[in-house]
């Protein structure tokens, strides 16, 4: 059974930057596409990025292009998020998903994912 475990959440000033890691077991992520989403309090969940199973494609929610950098390492089985310049509107708890589907290259789409983390939270705040 696939598990996700998200680390690297915190308290950041605003311009600061926090690194995310996914680290998966159980199963290896060289076959899943993995994303990136987050919760804000009275929120819905929403995609902040993806990256395909051989990261050659990824993609991002408009209000962190530029900011935020997705990558993999199949071979440490863990996807990262690179978030810079945070703004106090990133607070949220954070997620990673996997999505099992082989007919995608990666989504920010909620309903595309099968496998989810218990989340880290994520606050900027001064």
């Known amino acids: 059974q696939l598990q996700l475990v998200e680390s690297g959440g915190g308290l950041v000033q605003p311009g600061g930057s926090l690194r995310l890691s996914c680290a998966a077991s159980?199963?290896?992520?060289?076959?899943?596409?993995i994303g990136w989403f987050r919760q804000a309090p009275g929120k819905e969940r929403e995609g902040v990025s993806c990256?395909?199973?051989?990261?050659?494609?990824?993609d991002y929610a408009d209000s962190v292009k530029g900011r935020f950098t997705i990558s993999r390492d199949n071979a440490k089985n863990t996807v990262y998020l690179q978030m810079n310049s945070l703004k106090p509107e990133d607070t949220a708890v954070y997620y990673c998903?996997?999505?099992?589907?082989?007919?995608?290259?990666?989504?920010?789409?909620?309903?595309?994912?099968?496998?989810w983390g218990q989340g880290t939270q994520v606050t900027v705040s001064s």
């Open positions: 998903a996997a999505d099992a589907s082989v007919f995608r290259l990666c989504t920010l789409s909620v309903s595309d994912y099968d496998y």
């Open positions: 159980g199963f290896t992520l060289d076959y899943l596409a």
């Open positions: 990256i395909s199973r051989r990261g050659r494609s990824t």
